[in-house]
């Protein structure tokens, strides 16, 4: 099976910058992806990673390293506004379209 | 463009009663995907279609659940004799197709009194 671990909770101030990690234990998919989440909204799409490395979106970045089964989205000169659930997630390989989520890691950004 | 929608955005229902939960994927999208979602939890996959057909429904709970997509866009999640635990908010996704990039709805929050 598949299962994705974040921590549940992580808080910073403003134009801070904050890492939300995702471990995984899963036998092969195809790519990490990452949603944001605010409160009563829908998960937004974030960033996508196929291949190890850095990917960097504007203020957002994300990671992937398949060797150590870890990623981590990066998110930097916090807003108030990037107060949200993050979820990552992953298309396991011989299951289709089916994505698997972490639990989600909320965010709160304090002034 | 218009993003996913779903219809209704809230439905209170009473226990035993048959509710419908409406999809309208983005223009396009050959895939569709429904999750539920529980407070504080991630998304949990239901069924996704491909085209007009269920390509996986390994996630739907049980034989009270049922989705259809008869022409390849809109997609309906019929709930039958519901239950209390049936109360969450229901996701719809939709993708250009299996491999790309899933789009969600803004979910239909179900309660179940």
């Known amino acids: 099976g598949q299962s994705l671990e974040q921590p549940s909770e992580v808080t910073a101030v403003e134009g801070a910058i904050v890492q939300i990690n995702c471990t995984y234990q899963t036998s092969g998919f195809y790519g990490l992806s990452w949603y944001q989440q605010h409160d009563g909204g829908a998960p937004t799409f974030l960033s996508y990673n196929a291949l190890d490395g850095l990917e960097e979106t504007g203020r957002f970045s994300s990671f992937l390293s398949r060797s150590d089964s870890y990623g981590y989205l990066l998110l930097q000169e916090l807003q108030m506004k990037d107060s949200a659930s993050y979820f990552c997630?992953?298309?396991?390989?011989?299951?289709?379209?089916?994505?698997?989520f972490g639990q989600g890691t909320e965010l709160s950004v304090k002034p | 463009g218009a993003g996913v929608s779903q219809t209704p955005s809230n439905k209170v229902t009473e226990k035993g009663k048959y509710v419908e939960l409406r999809c309208d994927p983005i223009?396009?999208?050959?895939?569709l995907y429904w999750y539920r979602q529980s407070l504080g939890q991630g998304p949990e996959f239901l069924i996704y279609?491909?085209?007009?057909?269920?390509?996986?429904d390994s996630g739907l709970p049980n034989d009270r659940f049922f989705a259809v997509r008869p022409e390849g866009s809109v997609s309906t999640l019929k709930i039958q004799r519901t239950e209390r635990g049936d109360s969450a908010v229901y996701l719809c996704?939709?993708?250009?197709?299996?491999?790309?990039?899933?789009?969600f709805g803004p979910g239909t929050r179900l309660l179940v009194l």
């Open positions: 223009s396009g999208h050959t895939a």
């Open positions: 279609f491909q085209g007009t057909g269920a390509a996986d």
């Open positions: 997630a992953v298309r396991a390989y011989n299951q289709g379209g089916k994505l698997i």
């Open positions: 996704a939709s993708s250009l197709n299996v491999q790309e990039t899933q789009y």
